[in-house]
């Protein structure tokens, strides 16, 4: 029997106090039985400390445990349980530097607009702690999410009370998207037949050339795309949504993905601002400019940054910006007390959070009055909108679903080797004037080009053939195993799915299907059908690519178990090994709000028990450690036990918190061995 390791990674929030009840209990029934539970610290904090080190004494130092990872998930014996963390917008990224520097750290302050050279490599070093610099890294595999089989029994027996009625008639409520000029409908792709070492670069409208990316090493077999975020497009279907909310007297809503698309999602939302207050920004530029406001930063930073102005000139903006919100379309809040709308911070909604909620509260967001309200939920590209819009129509038919009866959708995501959007930060340029954005080779020819404005957004994707064929493998596996219909959500008008269709299809024929149920389906027409098989208490698997693999694996555990943060979330190596993340729910800054005032934790660590069962379970498969099998399976038991007896964390203070369902699961455990 060999030594067997498992990495326990050491995050942010909420995720990251719960571990110091969880872990030390881990690390107690481990002891002795030849598993040993090391931790790597893949914070915020650490990454920017880790970024630094020449500015640090020796003392503060700590390794860059996020690049020894990304090596270890390329071993055999890799074992990592990924807690969630941080994907951090430039809001955030300040906030995190001034509290570190607070400490005695000296670390540089993050320059948003450079004016030099060395600013430009300060910048450039710290994207790598911006948005989702954790997991492209970690993810050397596809994705195997679904509820565990004790949790999704509790859920039925134990419905969630959170679910509000859809009305039977009359929600003015809708899922709001453009029809042209946005990424769906510019979008062109193709699969390479042969290696490649290509560039991205600007040709002006006189013909001169901007390098924008030096060089990208292609695959053979590789399906690479591009396409373009148009912003007068935009910009026009947002001034077209605030009207329509306005007419309407619905709410106004944008729904975008800051942290994780954190070069283009940023300069959407920040248009949408400087749209619905366009009047307040053309009449005080100049203050505005003095003050160094950039609208990506959302309501929040702009009015942070009127405090250093002459207290008549704030007074001016302040009174421009209330009249604005009192005459144009009323904005959903975030928080109505605090008065912080949908547009105060980029980071505050999340497209893959935040449409579950509103279609739990029956089509409804909340409104400056602290009550719910219809809303225009706009979500600009058509690449995912429309399955959002399938879901309200559904509801609108059918009503609000029901969490005893309804069946489940389980996701296998192609996500390995940073496939599609969720790869492409480092080939999303905001475009500096008219002309062509091209991908040329090293021989000169042209792969692909876009014609482009000043200020659109261009985006270059790519998905490896070889996680493709693994991503279709795992699914015809999670077929066989279950039994469950399977179906591949790709929109073949669309030109990157059109590819990844050819190859599923041919992949498919390397693997025995027989007597399964798999299909290829439209998006809208996946959800359909899923919504059908839900409603009539049946299983489906959605295999998608990496959006919908995140968008998806929040939606349904919302819906069926309350919280995404309840999810079995298995990633396959490519090379052999695990990584086992902790549920999808995100890192909840809310409940550290809570500790922080009433000195009670409600964040629900069912998460980290379910997945530290199958890291045990290969614990022991690697390592032929017979202990390791038994601590899993009675693990299991102990969750069950868990779960039956309702020791999960209270959202009350004075009841029962984190330390107190640490506390029972402990004993229910020790139990389970002891019997």
């Known amino acids: 029997m060999s030594e067997a390791k498992i990495v326990w990674t050491k995050t942010d929030e909420a995720p990251a106090l719960a571990s110091y009840a969880l872990l030390p209990i881990v690390r107690a029934f481990t002891k002795g039985t030849g ?3 090391d931790v790597a610290d893949i914070s915020l904090a650490g990454r920017i400390l880790a970024t630094f080190p020449e500015r640090l004494r020796p003392e503060q130092r700590i390794p860059d445990h996020l690049a020894l990872l990304g090596e270890l998930t390329r071993q055999r014996e890799a074992n990592i349980i990924k807690l969630p963390n941080i994907s951090a917008t430039v809001p955030q990224l300040k906030e995190a530097i001034k509290e570190l520097q607070a400490k005695g750290y000296d670390i540089p302050d993050y320059p948003e607009e450079p004016t030099n050279d060395a600013e430009r490599e300060l910048q450039k070093r710290f994207s790598a702690c911006l948005g989702s610099a954790v997991n492209p890294v970690l993810r050397e595999g596809n994705s195997d999410r679904r509820p565990a089989a004790t949790v999704k029994a509790f859920a039925r027996k134990n419905p969630h009370r959170m679910m509000k009625p859809w009305p039977p008639s009359g929600s003015k409520s809708r899922v709001a998207h453009m029809h042209g000029g946005d990424f769906y409908g510019t979008e062109i792709a193709t699969t390479l037949q042969e290696p490649a070492n290509v560039r991205i670069e600007f040709v002006d409208a006189a013909g001169a050339t901007t390098v924008l990316k030096e060089k990208l090493a292609l695959q053979a077999g590789e399906v690479v795309d591009s396409a373009v975020m148009h912003v007068a497009a935009l910009r026009a279907f947002y001034a ?76 001016e903006i302040q009174a421009d910006i209330a009249e604005t919100l009192r005459r144009s379309a009323p904005l959903a809040m975030v928080d109505s007390a605090k008065g912080i709308t949908n547009l105060h911070v980029p980071n505050d909604i999340i497209v893959d959070a935040s449409m579950p909620v509103v279609i739990r509260d029956g089509g409804k967001m909340w409104n400056a009055k602290g009550e719910l309200q219809d809303c225009i939920a706009m979500i600009p590209d058509r690449c995912y909108a429309t399955v959002y819009a399938e879901v309200f129509e559904d509801c609108k038919r059918n009503g609000q679903f029901d969490p005893a009866t309804m069946g489940n959708v389980s996701n296998v995501g192609l996500m390995a080797q940073k496939a599609e959007e969720y790869g492409s930060h480092d080939k999303t340029f905001i475009v500096p004037g008219d002309g062509v954005v091209r991908v040329v080779d090293s021989s000169g020819q042209v792969l692909m ?61 390397e693997h025995d299907t027989t007597g399964l149920e798999l299909r290829i389906l439209k998006p809208v027409e996946a959800m359909r059908v899923s919504l059908e098989r839900i409603r009539q208490g049946l299983d489906t698997i959605s295999v998608t690519g990496n959006v919908l693999r995140d968008y998806l694996t929040d939606l349904f555990p919302i819906l069926e178990l309350g919280t995404s943060a309840r999810m079995l979330s298995i990633v396959r190596l490519m090379n052999g090994g695990g990584l086992f993340e902790t549920g999808a729910g995100g890192s909840a800054p809310k409940h550290v709000a809570q500790f922080l005032s009433e000195g009670h934790l409600r964040w629900d660590s069912l998460g980290e028990y379910c997945a530290l069962v199958p890291s045990l379970e290969l614990a022991a498969e690697v390592s032929g450690n017979a202990t390791a099998k038994v601590l899993a399976a009675t693990l299991e038991q102990a969750i069950g036990k868990y779960l039956e007896n309702g020791k999960l964390p209270s959202r009350k203070v004075n009841e029962l918190d984190n330390r107190g369902s640490t506390f029972y699961l402990t004993l229910y455990w020790a139990q389970a061995l002891a019997a």
């Open 240 to 315: 077209e949504q605030i009207e329509a909310a306005k007419r309407d007297d619905v709410l106004l809503s944008l729904h975008l993905k800051c942290t994780m698309m954190k070069v283009s999602d940023p300069v959407m939302f920040g248009h949408c601002v400087a749209v619905y207050f366009a009047d307040v920004l053309a009449k005080h530029a100049d203050a505005l400019k003095q003050v160094g406001v950039n609208v990506n930063n959302g309501l929040g930073d702009l009015l942070a940054r009127l405090e250093r102005l002459p207290a008549p000139t704030r007074a």
């Open 449 to 509: 080009e876009q014609q482009v404005a000043r200020g659109d957004i261009f985006r270059m994707c790519q998905a490896k053939d070889a996680a493709i064929r693994n991503w279709v493998g795992l699914a015809v596996s999670r077929a066989r195993a279950t039994g469950v219909p399977a179906i591949f959500w790709l929109d073949e008008n669309r030109a990157h799915d059109r590819e990844i269709a050819k190859k599923v299809r041919t992949y498919l024929t």
């Open 35 to 37: 598993i040993e539970v």
